[in-house]
């Protein structure tokens, strides 16, 4: 089975810095690979997705997230964050190879920035 | 308006009891799955069900069931037997086909919170 691991619980940082969040899978074969964003009070909305090509993959709100298959890694950046993008953040993995279809997720880091 | 609805959004229930949580897609989609959302321990999964009919028990199944009598609908009973049932509940739905997902992603519902009293 599939183990999705984000390495920070909880990131604090003030406006303007820069982010990345870790996310690393166990899985060696061929994924799909996701992060999704919950703003508080609100639900899970899809951030970006990696399925092949580019493995630099740009999303909404300035965020992006590398691939990098040797590392099972991939991790999410935004050069300059916002007080709104307070959320918590989710990697999630499927493994394109199963045929069940079961995506996994890690555990969540909760983002706050400071104005 | 396409989407994943879930209802209640707010859901008491006394211990002993059992109660169950809808999720409707109207997006023709062939997956659905039930995640259960807990402070610092992120989405686990609970049942999912890839084709009508059929269901499979994810990581903390037990204590809940679930059915797929149509392809838009989802579902999913608290039972009493369920230890710890506050939570926040998650519905989700995608589409399957070869390449497991390939160009697809999966989309959530607003959430249902139940809180055993």
């Known amino acids: 089975a599939q183990s999705v691991s984000q390495h920070n619980h909880h990131v604090i940082l003030s406006e303007a810095a820069s982010l990345e969040l870790g996310c690393n899978y166990s899985?060696?074969?061929?994924?799909?690979l996701f992060w999704y964003v919950q703003y508080p009070g609100q639900h899970l909305q899809l951030l970006l997705k990696y399925f092949s090509g580019d493995p630099l993959v740009k999303g909404i709100k300035g965020f992006e997230a590398e691939f990098i298959k040797s590392k099972f890694s991939f991790n999410l950046r935004k050069p300059s964050v916002q007080w709104s993008d307070t959320a918590e953040y989710f990697c999630a993995v499927i493994d394109r190879g199963s045929t069940l279809g079961r995506l996994y997720f890690g555990r969540g880091t909760q983002l706050t920035v400071w104005p | 308006d396409g989407g994943i609805t879930q209802s209640p959004k707010y859901l008491f229930r006394k211990e002993g009891q059992n109660v169950t949580l809808s999720c409707e897609q109207n997006?023709?989609?062939?997956?659905m799955y039930w995640y259960r959302q807990d402070p610092g321990q992120g989405l686990r999964l609970i049942y999912y069900?890839?084709?009508?009919?059929?269901?499979q028990k994810g990581d903390i199944a037990e204590g809940y069931s679930v059915s797929r009598e149509k392809k838009e609908s989802f579902p999913l009973t608290v039972t009493s037997a369920q230890k710890n049932p506050t939570a926040f509940y998650l519905c989700a739905s995608g589409f399957t086909g070869t390449g497991a997902f390939s160009g697809n992603t999966i989309y959530f519902g607003e959430g249902s919170w139940l809180t055993v009293v």
């Open positions: 997006l023709n989609h062939d997956a």
């Open positions: 899985y060696g074969g061929t994924v799909n």
């Open positions: 069900s890839q084709i009508v009919n059929d269901f």
